[in-house]
C-alpha cells in the first residue's frame, strides 16, 4: 500500500514539475494523462541518470539531503544545463523524489 502511495505522489510530482518547467514542457490541463507510475527499473534508470550525469559537474548530495519541494526547484535548472531529454529528466525526478526527505 505504501508503494502505491509514494508512486502516486511521485507521479503527481513529476507532473508538476513538468507542468512549471519555463520551457519546452506542455502545461497541465484539465484533459492531462493519468498519473504515471515508475517501476523499479525505471526508477534505477533514473538513478543512473543522476549517477552518471550530475556528478560530471559537481559532488553528487545524497536524494535524502533534500525535499522533494526542493529537489522540484534543483532539478529543472540542472537538466536544463546537462542538456537532458524530458524523458530523462521526468526518470531521474521520479527516483529523487522517491527517496528525498520527509
Known amino acids: 500500500m ?5 508512486s502516486i505522489a511521485i507521479a503527481a510530482s513529476v507532473s508538476v514539475l513538468a507542468a512549471c518547467h519555463k520551457k519546452g514542457y ?5 484533459d492531462a494523462a493519468p498519473a504515471v507510475v515508475y517501476t523499479p527499473a525505471q526508477l534505477a534508470e533514473g ?4 549517477n552518471d550525469n550530475c556528478g560530471k559537474c559537481h559532488e553528487l548530495h545524497e536524494a535524502s539531503e533534500f525535499t522533494a519541494h526542493k529537489w522540484g526547484k ?3 535548472e540542472m537538466a536544463e544545463k546537462a542538456e537532458l531529454q524530458k524523458n530523462k529528466t521526468d526518470l531521474l525526478t521520479a527516483w529523487v523524489y522517491a527517496h528525498a526527505k520527509n
Do not use: D, F, S
Open 2 to 6: 505504501k508503494k502505491i502511495y509514494i
Open 26 to 30: 506542455p502545461t497541465a490541463t484539465k
Open 47 to 50: 538513478e543512473k541518470i543522476y
Open 74 to 76: 534543483i532539478i529543472p
